[in-house]
T-cell receptor, first 114, second 115 residues
Framework: GENVEQHPSTLSVQEGDSAVIKCTYSDSASNYFPWYKQELGKRPQLIIDIRSNVGEKKDQRIAVTLNKTAKHFSLHITETQPEDSAVYFCAASIPSGGYQKVTFGTGTKLQVIP | GAVVSQHPSWVICKSGTSVKIECRSLDFQATTMFWYRQFPKQSLMLMATSNEGSKATYEQGVEKDKFLINHASLTLSTLTVTSAHPEDSSFYIC???????????FGPGTRLLVL
């Protein structure tokens, strides 16, 4: 089955700096890659996603890049703010039996220091 | 965006009790719903996938007789933890996806504590 690895597990940055979280996946059939932000005790919230036919996508301070050949994708947060502090999960989605099966990475705890 | 609700948000029960958790899509029809379990400081572990009107598909290692899943309508799926034991204590989160849509929208989760 699909295996998604995520690094780093924790990340501390100064407010205003950039943060980068990297993920790799194993199954080349994966075709959809969402990123979720989860604050403590709350539900994961989709923050950005990218499909396999696109190499890069940006939404204000957040961007995601995808390298299908290397099977890795990254989340970039620029001009970080304290409210960006949370756990971020990458995921890889693969068609399976008529639906998309999603495998999550292990998460990155991001701390933005004011 | 799509809204998914989950009820109850907190459950404390005695060992041996069965607990039912409801997951509802409020403003869209969820053809597929997913149930996850999350331990503290860990990732989301998929337990099972359910399509409306059909039996759930369970992940390896998840006991289907222990975790009963019903997806009776396009807006409701239920997870019943039968004869719960302390080791079943966890954070259970559902997510829902509409037809032809890749994105999963998560419910707020249910924290289960079995004494």
């Amino acid at each position: 089955g699909e295996n998604v690895e995520q690094h780093p597990s924790t990340l501390s940055v100064q407010e205003g700096d950039s943060a980068v979280i990297k993920c790799t996946y194993s199954d080349s059939a994966s075709n959809y890659f969402p990123w979720y932000k989860q604050e403590l005790g709350k539900r994961p919230q989709l923050i950005i996603d990218i499909r396999s036919n696109v190499g890069e996508k940006k939404d204000q301070r957040i961007a995601v890049t995808l390298n299908k050949t290397a099977k890795h994708f990254s989340l970039h947060i620029t001009e970080t703010q304290p409210e960006d502090s949370a756990v971020y999960f990458c995921a890889a989605s693969i068609p399976s039996g008529g639906y998309q099966k999603v495998t999550f990475g292990t998460g990155t705890k991001l701390q933005v220091i004011p | 965006g799509a809204v998914v609700s989950q009820h109850p948000s907190w459950v404390i029960c005695k060992s041996g009790t069965s607990v039912k958790i409801e997951c509802r899509s409020l403003d869209f029809q969820a053809t597929t719903m997913f149930w996850y379990r999350q331990f503290p400081k860990q990732s989301l572990m998929l337990m099972a996938t359910s399509n409306e009107g059909s039996k759930a598909t369970y992940e390896q290692g998840v006991e289907k007789d222990k975790f009963l899943i019903n997806h009776a309508s396009l807006t409701l799926s239920t997870l019943t933890v039968t004869s719960a034991h302390p080791e079943d204590s966890s954070f259970y989160i559902c997510s829902a996806r509409g037809a032809g849509i890749e994105t999963q929208y998560f419910g707020p989760g249910t924290r289960l504590l079995v004494l």
